[in-house]
Nanobody, 116 residues
Framework: QVQLVESGGGLVQPGGSLRLSCAASGFTFSIYSMNWYRQAPGKERELVAGISHFGGSTNYAPSVKGRFTISRDNANNTVYLQMNSLKPDDTAVYFC?????????WGQGTQVTVSS
């Protein structure tokens, strides 16, 4: 079955960096686009970044463009989110996502807290 396991979250000061990882299994990773979403307290889940199956195309939410970079390693079934110049507004639970056979799958999420 499809499994997504996120890691790399934590507490960081404003202006700091974190790198999130998502280890995928149970499907042919290299043929699917992958996404990172986030959900802040009291807010809806929002798309942060997406990457095509071979990594040739990426897209970002306007709020993170220029600060975050999504990448993937198809040999190791892992997708990453490098987050730089973090702001308090980036505080949220970050989720890895893939749509397989018209069904959305999610990881358990990893908490990112940006605070001084």
């Amino acid at each position: 079955q499809v499994q997504l396991v996120e890691s790399g979250g934590g507490l960081v000061q404003p202006g700091g960096s974190l790198r999130l990882s998502c280890a995928a299994s149970g499907f042919t990773f290299s043929i699917y686009s992958m996404n990172w979403y986030r959900q802040a307290p009291g807010k809806e889940r929002e798309l942060v970044a997406g990457i095509s199956h071979f990594g040739g195309s990426t897209n970002y939410a306007p709020s993170v463009k220029g600060r975050f970079t999504i990448s993937r390693d198809n040999a190791n079934n892992t997708v990453y989110l490098q987050m730089n110049s973090l702001k308090p507004d980036d505080t949220a639970v970050y989720f890895c996502n893939v749509k397989v056979a018209a069904r959305n799958y999610w990881g358990q999420g990893t908490q990112v807290t940006v605070s001084s």
